[in-house]
Nanobody, 126 residues
Framework: QLQLVESGGGLVQPGGSLRLSCAAP????????IGWFRQAPGKEREGISC????????YYSDSVKGRFTTGRDNAKKTVYLQMNSLKPEDTAVYYC???????????????????WGQGTQVTVSE
């Protein structure tokens, strides 16, 4: 399993943007699916995106499609989640997760992840 660390959370006004990053300080994210999840208070955890470092394929949930983008920052050796047009309902703790190449065929909402980060808080408010 990988040790994953998220960064980039914070407070932003509605309509604003934030960029989250997911890093594996002691390893590499090569040949993994990296998923982003979020959990708001009193709600179930929601899978919102997936990025495959193997082939660059992506997946987005309907709730974020068109507003969020995920990809790889090769210089920083991280996978990012670029969040634009943020809404108050995007407020949640955001987690990244990783699945090795042999545990998925392509990015989707059904990837089985085995490594998880500790999460970073995103608050969208005036």
């Amino acid at each position: 399993q990988l040790q994953l660390v998220e960064s980039g959370g914070g407070l932003v006004q509605p309509g604003g943007s934030l960029r989250l990053s997911c890093a594996a300080p002691d390893s590499t994210l090569d040949y993994h699916a990296i998923g982003w999840f979020r959990q708001a208070p009193g709600k179930e955890r929601e899978g919102i995106s997936c990025f495959s470092t193997s082939d660059g394929s992506t997946y987005y949930s309907d709730s974020v499609k068109g507003r969020f983008t995920t990809g790889r920052d090769n210089a920083k050796k991280t996978v990012y989640l670029q969040m634009n047009s943020l809404k108050p309902e995007d407020t949640a703790v955001y987690y990244c997760a990783a699945a090795p190449w042999d545990r998925y065929v392509f990015c989707s909402g059904d990837v089985s992840y085995e490594s998880w980060g500790q999460g970073t808080q995103v608050t969208v408010s005036e």
